[in-house]
RNA sequence: GUACAUAUGACUUCAUCGCUGGUUAGUAUCAUAUAUUUAUUAUGAUCUAUCGAGAGGAAAGUCCGGACAACGCAGAGUACCAUACCAUUUAAUAAGUGGACUUUGAUUAUAGUAUCAAAGAUAGAUAGUGUCGCAGAAAGCUAGACCGCCAAGGCAUUUAUGUCUCGGUAAGGGUGAAAACGUGAGGUAAGAGCUCACGCUAUAGAAUAGUAAUAUUUUAAAGGGAUAAACCUUAUGGGUUGCAAUGCCAUGUAUAUUUUGAUCUUUCUUUUUAGAAGGGUAGGUGACUCGCCUAUAUACGCUUACGCGAAUGUCAAAAGGGGUAGGCAGAUAGAUUCGCAUUGAGCGAACUAGAUAAAUGAUGAAGGCUGAUUUAUCAGUUACAGAAUCCGGCUUAUUAAGUAUGUACAUAU
RNA sequence: GGCUGCAUAGCUCAACUGGAUAGAGUACCUGACUACGAAUCAGGCGGUUGAAGGUUCGAAUCCUUCUGCGGUCA
């Protein structure tokens, strides 16, 4: 049975990775949330998708309203991504994304799971 | 009753999924080392299971103070910066506690005095310098004569007035934030602390009370504007920089390269290879000076010699480049909290966040609390806000309800 | 995370060592010049000196606390 895990090396890390994503990765966009994506041949031991959150400074200001909306988005990724990993382990692809929250309000949970989802579908299809 | 200030306070329990770091374990996987070539042992990482833990009162601002670390082993003086009533607490502070004084407000009262509260950068203006615009005659020390007051002399006449000259005068007017003690009497041509009485101010001495700041009483001599949040003086303290400090590993490599400067000199010893002392030069001591410390090398060519030359290396300064953007330590735990003890420097118990594109979340159920009404349903469970080396303060932000203390206002008795 | 600066008219800057209406250019408005416009000339409008306290007779300036915007450190 697959688990919804999201644990310290499945997440993106690296400055140099994060920089080149930024200029040759393609970009989805299901406001209130954006994707960049970049797709790499799988090297061995290495896991198949790598993930990461950002909310810019200037949309909120608070610390904690930032975290939160962190939280929340990978919260809806966690429970949604394991139907994407399992196709990148079998088409031997690395899949480097960044999700960027564009909207200025807070959101819900409800909302963010939805737009997650036509992300998800979208980011398969594209293949 | 209302408002404000301070303190308290910051929902609880269970289940499922997930994140972080830790404990214990594994016929698990990988790497390294030992020894050996079947394999065993140790260490580290990953995975799985298990146990218990996981964000504040301000984690914020970075306004103070420490711990800790590096700079050379941290010396002296000057500059610079900070502080400034007294006692006390503290590791330390611009913090806390208590007291003194000044100012403001309120009450009693309406002269004073007393009580309460708030604020205070509260040493020195009698060490010196500077500043005090406009207005005003004059803005700082023998002050200052615009109007006014008065004496003397001249002129005119209406013979007690006007005017002029030269003097005296700080009582009165007016200007200003501020005009050089206040009131009364004497005194005088008119006046004046010029003199006296009563007061005021601050200074010095004495006595009493108090650990002290200071207060009360008394004596002496005096009358001095404000400003130190202007310079400054006095006293006290501070070496500078900060965990992106600092040390190690990995990656990469370059002592790259270019330019400029220095690599000197005197005396003594004599083992003539060299050694010692002094001076100079360069650098360090992260403001300056002193002091202290370090360096001042090697071989060669030309010349009879003094000396000159270029070279290698080293040091210093400037220019200009290359690589990394990772990991570990620093960093879970200590001036901690609670209780007991005090002829001391203790004893016992408890607690424990450790992330690094940055963890502490999601869902469901039950209970508590608050509000609304249909009285058994609905809604809410919030504000300010997210650890980043660690502590002690200060400042700022802050919801609902309640409690305690204080202040102000209103009403009733 | 540490250290360290700045804030004046719509914009760019002044205002000495505290002194009274905070000034200059530009932009904007009105008038003159011109057949009309530009340029030029004359006049005008526009500021609670980022906010709140304090010191002082008097604060853009000195002091304190906040707000916003930068710079720098491996």
Known sequence: MAKFT?????????????????????????????????????VEGLPPLLFSVSVSKRN??????????KRLVREAYRTQCIPLKESSKINNLQ???????????????????????AILVKLQKSK
């Open 6 to 42: 999201l644990s310290k090396n499945e997440r993106l890390k690296s400055k140099k990775a994060i920089d080149f994503l930024f200029e040759q990765g393609t970009f989805i966009n299901q406001y209130p949330l954006k994707l960049v994506y970049n797709k790499k041949p799988l």
């Open 95 to 117: 899949i480097q994304m960044m999700c960027l929250y564009v909207g200025t309000e807070m959101p819900s949970l409800q909302r963010i799971q939805n737009k997650m989802a």
């Open 60 to 69: 909120f200001k608070s610390a904690v309203s930032r975290n939160r909306i």
